[in-house]
């Protein structure tokens, strides 16, 4: 199983005796994850130049500068699903990429299998008044479901 720093609100999360830092682990792992890479603008990172999202615009890595897809015509909400997916899909295959390189080097993975997506059940957005809500349906490898519940905007 692989993990991370845990993240709340944008910070590390403190254990409560103050001896170290939470960590994210199985689905809570993938979920902070996605939202980082989905939060995270694309081009942003020099070492990583294609990580992250246009949702707010971004960098392609060959240098055009993208304006965000943020807004509530029915063209916007499309470009926005359609982010989303390229995001999900590309996390899903850095995941791939790194279940083969473990299986090479170690004999096993490091990835569990309520970490992995199995797919992609779906991607939806809803205004509410002002507020764009974007809702996203996971399945895991061990066939539990997952959704993503987020405020873009």
């Known amino acids: 199983m692989s993990w991370s720093f845990q993240i709340v609100g944008g910070d590390l999360s403190p254990l409560s005796d103050q001896s170290g830092f939470g960590l994210a682990t199985g689905r809570d792992k993938t979920l902070q994850d996605l939202k980082l890479a989905l939060y995270e603008s694309m081009g942003t990172d020099p070492m990583h130049p294609d990580y992250g999202s246009l949702l707010d615009g971004g960098r392609l890595p060959n240098g055009t500068v993208v ?5 509530s015509d029915a063209s916007s909400l499309f470009r926005i699903e359609e982010e989303v997916s390229r995001v999900i899909q590309d996390f899903i295959t850095r995941q791939n990429r790194r279940i083969k390189s473990d299986m090479a080097s170690f004999g ?5 299998d ?3 997506i199995q797919r992609v059940s779906s991607i939806g957005t809803k ?3 002002s507020k764009l809500i974007l809702q996203v349906n996971l399945v895991m490898r061990n066939n539990n479901s997952i959704t993503i519940t987020q405020p873009l905007g």
């Not at 096993?108 to 569990?112: A, L, N």
């Open 67 to 71: 304006q965000s897809s943020i807004g």
């Open 127 to 129: 205004l509410f008044g």
């Open 108 to 112: 096993r993975t490091s990835i569990s």
């Open 114 to 116: 309520s970490e992995i």
